[in-house]
């Protein structure tokens, strides 16, 4: 399953970034390929990610797997990209290649959707342009139901990565606005989309109104048809202000190895950066458990905190969570989950906080303490590899 490639929608597309983008995936392609056919007949499937970007600027015109190629950097990047493929159908004929053509990928943890939330948090965003282009999105969840889908029975050929319902621009903006709760702005003019981002423009600014109708043919099921419905499941989470992040880190261990070191308050000062100046001053129970309560003194950008938490959960050996019952934010969740995989332990964080003040709180400290969590959050990854081993 080949999925990587430089990433397009980072920094401006100078000469070298757009030799970079090309080349990363024709020549990643070309040695995967290579590879394969070195490999004789172990390998019976190859799923090529690939992406919508192959149709260009087209309007209002109706495209699926069987449309034509249409023009820009980008299409020529996606012709050049699949061209890469041809060796298979000279000396591998009985292979399976499904191409899957991603449209825009809808996720709260990275992705368009992430770096448009907090503009569109201060209600300080609207709509792009004249709002009239057409964009093929799909939800995370099917994205990737959909490449498990093309590596166990997909036939070769194209597939289209995007839902059923494609969306214009306008529309899009709409059900974004109305699912994270706020008021949308006035729309960014074309001359400034232009000036900002430059031949990179044509991402946000051109249409392709794909639909997946080979897809749909090959058996695949969407659980997310409409953009309002997707839109839903992401954002409506994250409404008043909540933030989300979520941090995954795999142990060579198993789950019982690994949970006594959590069990033990203690051990969150190893674990907790030396700027945060965190310590544990009092435990309400012998033993952690839920409905355990404790009691930390921190610093956060220099000024002193009392913070207490409450164990909310606590199910050995797979997961627990802590609530905020006192401290600086008006709401602090964290999820530890602990995931059997391979021969060792997932570990994945789940933290959802909201600033203090409401959207005064957000707009000022936001951005500051979204930068602090992930100094914390990396910091912990590296002292927990060096507890326990990577």
Known sequence: MHLAGEPVAEGRWSAARKALILDSRVQGTRQLVAAVLAHGDRV??????????FYGDRGDERLDATS???SGFLAD????WEAELAPFAVRRPALRVPVVRTGVVLARQGGALAEMLPLFRLSAAGRLGGGRQWMGWIHLEDIARLFVHALDAAPSGNLEGVAPAPATNRDFTTALCRSLGVRENLPAPVPVIRAMFGEKAAIVLGSARVEPAATLA???RFRHESVER???????PLRGGVRERLWEQWLPHPAEAIWPFFGDARNLEEITPPFLNFHVRRISTPAIGRGTRLDYTLRLNGVPFGWQTLIETWEPPRRFTDLQAKGPYALWHHTHDFIAMGAGTLMRDTVRYRMPAGWLGSAIGGCKVDSDVEKIFAYRARAIDKRFGR
């Open 44 to 53: 019976t499937a190859f799923v090529h990610g690939s992406a919508t970007g």
């Open 68 to 70: 034509s190629k249409g």
């Open 77 to 80: 990047v996606v012709e050049a």
């Open 218 to 220: 090959s058996g695949f």
């Open 230 to 236: 997707a839109l839903d499941d992401l954002l409506v």
